[in-house]
């Protein structure tokens, strides 16, 4: 099993500031890498695919980066409606999904 | 628009059962895998259970093997979760999830881009 671990676990940040969230396999997943945003009491919601490419209708200041076993999402200047859990997610090792446990990233 | 809403949720003594099913619109059903995923209480996302497009391929995470059984009906444009001897540690709430990506011949490189709202499922005396 491929185990995904992201860091840190909770980031607090300002609005308006940058936010860099990092995800670790524990093998190669290439660039089968997905991130999602997941708000209090609301389904996730696809943000990145293939480690880089936003999902339909994902803000510009959203961005993936990384392959291999390193990740990073950036959120440029963040917006009060981007406080939020995040959570990677490899898909290299099909069918067998596995998650990170997730960053928690609040408000400052 | 793309939508997908789950149901069947609810109160279940441990070892009893429960099926979920998700209803889809907005999108051609038949021609895409389709996922269960759930999330503990204050837990992370844990994929459980997969299924082709035409039902010939169905995959599950190992604490759910022998007990759950996913399925699809095309032309309700439906997809269920079939939950048997129940756990306290199944309960959750569990997303449907449609599936994206490609196969090649190898191998298939697909992830989640459209979720329900979900439904709770609580196994507890």
């Known amino acids: 099993e491929i185990v995904m671990t992201q860091s840190p676990a909770t980031l607090s940040v300002s609005p308006g500031e940058r936010a860099t969230l990092s995800c670790r396999a524990s093998?190669?997943?290439?660039?089968?890498l997905a991130w999602y945003q997941q708000k209090p009491g609301q389904a996730p919601r696809l943000l990145i695919y293939d480690a880089s490419t936003r999902a339909t209708g994902i803000p510009a200041r959203f961005s993936g980066s990384g392959s291999g076993t390193e990740f990073t999402l950036t959120i440029s200047s963040l917006q009060s409606e981007d406080f939020a859990v995040y959570y990677c997610?490899?898909?290299?090792?099909?069918?067998?999904?596995?998650f990170g446990q997730g960053t928690k990233l609040e408000i400052k | 628009e793309v939508q997908v809403v789950e149901s069947g949720g609810g109160l279940v003594q441990p070892g009893g059962s429960l099926r979920l099913s998700c209803a889809a619109s907005g999108f051609t059903f038949s021609v895409f895998w389709m996922s269960w995923v759930r999330q503990a209480p204050g837990k992370g996302l844990e994929w459980v259970a997969n299924?082709?497009?035409?039902?010939?391929?169905?995959y599950y995470v190992d604490s759910v093997k022998g007990r759950f059984t996913i399925s699809r009906d095309n032309a309700k444009k439906s997809l269920y979760l079939q939950m048997n001897s129940l756990r306290a540690e199944d309960t959750a709430v569990y997303y449907c999830a449609r599936v994206e990506g490609y196969c090649s011949s190898t191998n298939c490189y697909k992830y989640f881009d459209y979720w329900g709202q979900g439904t709770l499922v609580t196994v507890s005396s």
């Open positions: 093998q190669s997943v290439s660039s089968n």
């Open positions: 997610q490899q898909y290299n090792n099909w069918p067998l999904y596995t």
């Open positions: 299924i082709k497009e035409d039902g010939s391929e169905k």
